[in-house]
């Protein structure tokens, strides 16, 4: 099992840049797929990007191609979330989560991101 830990959200102008970071404890976080999701007010939860263990395989939703990297830190048991170019659409409650039996399993609590037009 893991815990995760979301943090460094905030609120930002519209094309400014925020880089939020999940931090995991618990056993064999580095053998865990690692995703991140947003949820905005009266929406439902949507896939943002993902990543597996190694760090070498990234994913992301074509909403946020180009503007988001996923990037992992397996010594720090950490996964990060880089966000350029941010629109105002692109606010909500941003969670991390693990990937186990081909589910994602374990979750966040969120950080909130607000992005002021």
């Known amino acids: 099992q893991v815990q995760l830990v979301e943090s460094g959200g905030g609120l930002v102008q519209t094309g400014g840049s925020l880089r939020l970071s999940c931090a995991g404890s618990?056993?064999?976080?580095?053998?865990?797929?690692m995703g991140w999701f947003r949820q905005a007010p009266g929406k439902e939860r949507e896939f943002v990007a993902s990543?597996?263990?190694?760090?070498?395989?990234?994913y992301y939703a074509d909403s946020v191609k180009g503007r988001f990297t996923i990037s992992r830190d397996n010594a720090k048991n950490t996964v990060y979330l880089q966000m350029n170019s941010l629109k105002p659409e692109d606010t909500a409650v941003y969670y991390c989560?693990?990937?186990?039996?081909?589910?994602?399993?374990?979750w966040g609590q969120g950080t909130q991101v607000t992005v002021s037009s």
């Open positions: 618990g056993r064999g976080f580095s053998s865990y797929a």
């Open positions: 989560a693990a990937e186990e039996s081909s589910r994602w399993a374990y």
């Open positions: 990543i597996r263990w190694s760090g070498l395989r990234t």
